[in-house]
């Protein structure tokens, strides 16, 4: 069974950045479609960013141009970094890693066969 830990969470000001890295337990990235979820109180869980099949990387149209998403399957981590953050970022965010991956990535989070436990993000205006 694969595991998933982000870290890198936590609060700044809008206008500031983070780094969320997350660290699998086995060597997942280099075969998986992956992704970057996140998920505020009262709202669905939705896609941020995702790679997928041959590194093809997508993006929510919300987070275009601050986000990015990128792995090193040396280490076995996905990262994403925020830059430009603004309080509507402020939520819960989840990696992801799916074995069935289409070329543009995944943005169904059912789409997805393991899940980390989660980092919170709070970003200040």
């Known amino acids: 069974q694969v595991q998933l830990v982000e870290s890198g969470g936590g609060s700044v000001q809008a206008g500031g950045s983070l780094r969320l890295s997350c660290a699998a337990s086995?060597?997942?990235?280099?075969?998986?479609?992956v992704g970057w979820f996140r998920q505020a109180p009262g709202q669905e869980r939705e896609g941020v960013a995702v790679?997928?099949?041959?590194?093809?990387?997508s993006y929510a149209d919300s987070v275009k141009g601050r986000f990015t998403i990128s792995k090193d399957n040396a280490k076995n981590t996905l990262y994403l970094q925020m830059n430009s953050l603004k309080p509507e970022d402020t939520a819960m965010y989840y990696c992801?890693?799916?074995?069935?991956?289409?070329?543009?990535?995944?943005?169904?989070?059912?789409?997805?066969?393991?899940w980390g436990q989660g980092t919170q993000v709070t970003v200040s205006s």
């Open positions: 790679i997928g099949s041959v590194g093809v990387t």
């Open positions: 992801a890693a799916a074995r069935i991956c289409r070329y543009g990535g995944n943005w169904r989070p059912e789409e997805y066969n393991f």
């Open positions: 086995e060597s997942t990235y280099s075969r998986s479609c």
